[in-house]
Antibody, heavy 121, light 107 residues
């Protein structure tokens, strides 16, 4: 059974940092690209970043470029999102999602339950 | 970025009704379209991909069609467990983008 468990969310002040983690199990993690997608109340779903199976391909939405870094550890079956210089607009529920393919050209086919990030002073 | 526009934003329907939801892309996406169902407090669940291919385990009352910029999700006979919010998503180009969602409510 595929499982994705996110952690690391919380309440943080604007300008501070947070690191999200996603622990994967139930599938060959090293064979699939992975995504971070956030859900913002009133604004729906927003794709944030994706990473290919071997980390050679990495992509970001423009609003987080230069502030967020996606990475993975295939040995430990884990996905990460380092978020720096956080802004109020980054508030939302952050989902880790498995891609259907080995690079980032596929679609998310399984999502974790999410971890809440709240940026507020 | 490709903009995805869903309609309607909400609808009321009865059990047994046929329901259609439309998704329009701001440019052609070559059938690189997925549909998701989300229930309150739960993560989105994949229903269809490549516009019309049913994900394994998804009931056959769900179907998808379309091409170019216009796509449709159809629920053939609405069941009680289908009341949820539905999203389309294009994966034709980065950034992947989602429609704003269609909430299907009980009439």
């Amino acid at each position: 059974e595929v499982q994705l468990v996110e952690s690391g969310g919380g309440l943080v002040q604007p300008g501070r940092s947070l690191r999200l983690s996603c622990a994967a199990s139930g599938f060959p993690f090293e064979d699939y690209a992975m995504h971070w997608i956030r859900q913002i109340p009133g604004k729906g779903l927003q794709w944030v970043a994706a990473i290919s199976r071997n980390s050679a391909g990495i992509e970001y939405v423009d609003s987080v470029k230069g502030r967020f870094t996606i990475s993975r550890d295939n040995d430990n079956k884990s996905l990460y999102l380092q978020m720096n210089n956080l802004k109020a607009d980054d508030t939302g529920l952050y989902y880790c999602a498995k891609d259907s393919y080995y690079d980032t050209s596929g679609y998310p086919d399984f999502w974790g339950q999410g971890t809440q990030v709240t940026v507020s002073s | 970025d490709i903009q995805m526009t869903q309609s309607p934003s909400s609808l009321s329907a009865s059990v047994g009704d046929r329901v259609t939801i439309t998704c329009r892309a701001s440019q052609g996406i070559s059938n690189s379209l997925a549909w998701y169902q989300q229930k309150p407090g739960k993560a989105p669940k994949l229903l269809l991909y490549a516009a019309s291919i049913l994900e394994s385990g998804v009931p056959s009352r769900f179907s998808g069609s379309g091409s170019g910029t216009d796509y449709i999700l159809t629920i053939g006979s609405l069941q009680p467990e289908d009341f949820a919010t539905y999203y389309c998503q294009q994966y034709y180009s980065t950034p992947q983008t989602f429609g704003q969602g269609t909430k299907v409510e009980i009439k």
